[in-house]
């Protein structure tokens, strides 16, 4: 029986000119290491593979280990089951949220589970971030940037959850469901 597909999500690469890494060159070291099927998605460090083996620990350390070997610089890895992203999908976390262009969907990949120190769901005093849900594996929020174009909503979230986080936008989630 084949492996079930992985995904990785490499944390804090190609943001504000630091830690570049090209995803052909991704692809390729991946390749190189064994890995099958590489597929990337957009330049944030979103992977899918197959890979023989299902130790999700080992593979994680490897990644890690080939990228710092590689490209000269530490990048903590997330590795998990492609089926996290289906049934994330399938739970539909944001339904009934009035997406406008100042809408942000945020889903939030946790490394082990954490107990946040809020009540959930969670809004900010200003209004303009709201934690809907929380797992054993992400947290999906919702950022309103009518009023800023940033916000404290990922400081929120390192706070809450620990710096080992790496958030993606809804539409990048939808896009590494169909690698």
């Known amino acids: 029986m084949m492996a079930e597909r992985k995904i990785a999500l490499l944390r804090g690469i190609n943001v504000g000119g630091r830690k570049k890494i090209k995803m052909a060159d991704l692809r390729q070291m991946m390749d190189d290491a064994g890995f099958r099927t590489v597929k990337t998605v957009l330049a944030s460090g979103n992977v899918a593979f197959d890979s023989d083996s299902d130790n999700l620990d080992e593979l994680k350390a ?3 280990s080939q990228i710092e070997a590689r490209f000269g610089f530490p990048v903590p890895v997330l590795v998990f089951p492609k089926q996290r992203i289906t049934d994330l999908i399938d739970a539909d ?3 009934g949220i009035d997406v406008t262009k100042a809408t942000r969907l945020y889903v939030t990949f946790l490394p082990t589970p954490v107990t946040p120190n809020i ?4 809004e900010a005093p200003d209004g303009d971030f709201r934690i809907l849900r929380v797992t054993d594996t992400d947290v ?8 800023t174009r940033s916000g404290d909503g990922m400081a929120i979230l390192e706070k809450e959850f620990g710096k080992g986080i790496t958030t993606r936008n809804w539409n990048t989630v939808l896009k590494i469901a169909n690698l």
């Open 93 to 95: 976390p944001f339904g």
């Open 119 to 122: 009540d959930i769901p969670y």
């Open 140 to 147: 999906c929020s919702v950022l309103t940037v009518d009023k």
């Open 62 to 64: 490897t990644l890690e």
